[in-house]
């Protein structure tokens, strides 16, 4: 994991998330050698901001104040002021300003239209303009919380990083239930290089948001990037079971290494899936690896091979766990069981499942229905069996298909 990769992730929470967050009041919440050993280093990368947060609108080109026509202002400030306000929350920035300007013309120390011009100015890219204005309005009056985070965000946008964590500090010092502004001052310490400290701030919010799951995540990563990869497994497998599906590859690393947990291959087959069918390449990349050596081609010894051919037969086992209403009919795939009650559906999934951890059965089956398709419930030539059956021989385990 590089500085950069968490630092750019940060910038784009801060930038889309925390100030349009302040301005309508809302915060953001969530209700989460071995073959890991060298994949597991080169795949920790930064969360993306949480899915659920209110974002700002895409950063499209904006006109610059002087190309809008400024709206013709109320006749007193505090109906100026409300307008403003209302052109920040709809994202029209350029005319917030011409707004806000003329309110702070009207009333010069009214805190609130300083605030929101930072706010607004911030929004356009300004940051000179909104990092000016936010801090002379706290100089002279240093507990407006919301324009405090809007320079810190402005700041971490510039990459000025001590100057956003003194800011964040100071913010949370007055106010410490701020979960956006801990959430971010652990990437701003991490930035800095204080593990310690971006631990710290994780655990902080944590403690006031157990849902918080980016943030339970980024604290893994942190642990792990401080080698302190114990403490770092319980996280990620909260971060894993609340559906995080990088969490969900380091969750089976974990159980492949036996790092924080007992070493559980069937585990580390069912989080891998799991992250690999939600395209996370290093997943799949774990997976191959353990098919390899599963089927003899790797260089582990003769016990080892055996340990994984019947990791792979138990998950084929525990997958008729979720199919509880099902008779099996001798060895047969749980797709073929499906497949007889009409559930061509269900099935293709089931059976790539199982042909993906070596059933030869369900292997047979797939190329049946990718030939001659189900009628009236599958046509021929499936897409995604065709895709399965691609990467399958892309690692050797089947033949192309055309």
Known sequence: M?????????????????????????????????????????????????????????????????????????????RALDLGRALVARGEMAAAVVMLREVLRLEPGLAEARAGLGLALYAMGDLDGAVEELRGLLRVRPDVVEARLTLAAALVARQDWPAARAEL?????????????????????????????????????????????????????????????VEATPEFLAAAQAGLPRAQYFAGAAYV?????????????????????????????????????????????????????????????????????LARQGDEPLGAALLRQGRASEAVPVLIREASALSEPAQRMLETLYDQGVEGQ????DARILAYFKSAAAQGLARPRP
């Open 2 to 78: 590089t500085s950069d990769g968490l630092v750019s992730s940060a910038i784009r929470f801060v930038v889309l998330v925390l100030p349009i967050a302040l301005t309508i009041g809302c915060a953001t919440q969530h209700p989460a050698s071995t073959p890991a050993a060298g994949a597991a280093s080169s795949a920790v990368k930064a969360p993306s901001p949480p899915p659920s947060s209110p974002h700002l609108p895409a950063a499209a080109p904006t006109p610059s104040p002087a190309s809008v026509p400024a709206p013709m202002p109320p006749a007193d400030s505090a």
């Open 378 to 381: 599958l046509p021929a030539h």
């Open 169 to 229: 500090e100071a913010a949370l010092a007055a106010q410490s239930d701020l979960l956006q502004a801990q959430y971010t001052l652990g990437v701003v310490r991490y930035a800095q290089g204080d593990f310690t400290g971006a631990i710290e701030a994780y655990r902080r919010l944590l403690a006031r948001e157990p849902r918080a799951v980016d943030a339970r995540y980024n604290l893994a990563l942190v642990l792990k990037l401080a080698r302190r990869d």
């Open 257 to 325: 290494t036996g790092v924080g947990v007992p070493r559980d291959l069937v585990a580390a087959i069912s989080w891998w899936t799991v992250a690999a069918e939600q395209g996370v390449t290093q997943a799949e990349e774990g997976l191959a690896q353990l098919r390899q050596s599963a089927r003899g081609r790797g260089r582990r010894p003769p016990a080892e091979r055996q340990a994984l051919e019947e990791a792979f037969g138990e998950y084929r086992a525990r997958l008729w766990k979720d199919y509880p209403d």
